[in-house]
């Protein structure tokens, strides 16, 4: 267990949830203190893992004070309803836009379902509903209170999902990004787009880099994965990884080109840009949750809209 966490710092630990066994793809945190939170569960298969993190570093079944989601995707708030279960004593964070789902998620899972189809039980483990009574709801702002005076402060920032927050520590000044900056891959230090449908959309989701660069904090915590110091670097590059995919994806739209042709010139583009693709097992890791194919049908999609 001791290698599944991280302290970073501050009471602040990372959490690696082995989302369908695989090390180093989700990363829930831990902010302990007077009122200890939970960040990202991760999926109801990471649960038990995440139970035990808990346990290890001493917070017990009635001590949980909070479980806070940047958005409702199921890598991220798959286990919101176990996690419910276990820590009675918890109230659940997540924007107005995505509380219906985890009171009542059966829509949520059936659209999952579509997309990941045979793999869907094996990455997720499915969504238990969570009590309407338990869950909070933040809208363009909120705060989450760890005790101590110290405070998390939920920032709207749709793009990648219209139900996404972006999470600022008022002690530490990081910023629990979600999925909003892409996907950070700490092998290499590169930052690839997270765009899949239905709701991504370009300006929206630069107009989210730029509230994250506004808010000047101090660190980066990707929910994919793990801490990044260099912070103007990190959204910057993100911003023009996201540039990028959409002036490809827009060229092969407005070629009349379909989904396997676009893909193959994001591909063909972006060649050389991502170190992990040239190792095979990173490239098969991250490709769970971030190929290509669901990037680009994301895109497509919201140049269709």
Not at 43 to 65: E, F, I
Not at 201 to 228: C, E, I, M, N
Not at 258 to 280: F, I, N, S
Request: hydrophobic content about 40%; proline content about 6%; glycine content about 10%.
């Amino acid at each position: 267990m001791a290698n599944l966490i991280t302290p970073l710092g501050n009471d602040v630990y990372e959490i690696d949830t082995q989302m369908a066994g695989h090390t180093g793809i989700t990363a829930g945190y831990l902010v302990l203190g007077d009122r200890p939170c939970l960040i990202e569960p991760g999926t109801s298969g990471s649960a038990p893992v995440v139970r035990d993190a808990l346990d290890a570093l001493g917070v017990a079944a009635a001590d949980l004070a909070s479980v806070v989601v940047t958005h409702i995707h199921l890598d991220h708030a798959g286990g919101v309803g176990d996690i419910a279960e276990m820590y009675p004593q918890a109230e659940v964070v997540v924007h107005e836009k995505g509380a219906r789902h985890l009171a009542s998620p059966e829509r949520l899972v059936r659209s999952a379902r579509m997309v990941f189809g045979e793999a869907f039980d094996r990455l997720f483990g499915g969504l238990k509903p969570t009590e309407a009574s338990r869950i909070r709801t933040v809208d363009e702002t909120g705060v989450v209170d760890l005790g101590g005076g110290r405070r998390l402060e939920s920032h709207y920032s749709p793009g990648h999902a219209k139900h996404h927050v972006g999470l600022l520590d008022s002690l530490t000044g990081d910023l629990y990004v979600g999925d909003a900056a892409g996907i950070y891959i700490p092998e290499t230090a590169e930052i690839r787009p997270a765009t899949p449908p239905p709701d991504f959309d370009l300006d929206t989701a630069l107009a989210s880099l730029g509230r994250f660069r506004a808010l000047q904090p101090t660190r980066l915590l990707f929910a994919h994965y793990g801490p990044v110091t260099d912070v103007p670097l990190t959204l910057d590059r993100s911003e023009e990884e996201l540039r990028l995919w959409v002036e490809t994806v827009r060229l092969a739209k407005d070629a009349d080109l379909d989904l396997d042709h676009a893909v193959a010139m994001v591909v063909e583009r972006t060649a050389g840009r991502y170190k992990a693709l040239d190792d095979p097992a990173l490239r098969e890791k991250h490709a769970v949750l971030n190929d290509v194919r669901s990037n680009v049908a994301g895109i497509m999609h919201s140049l269709s809209s």
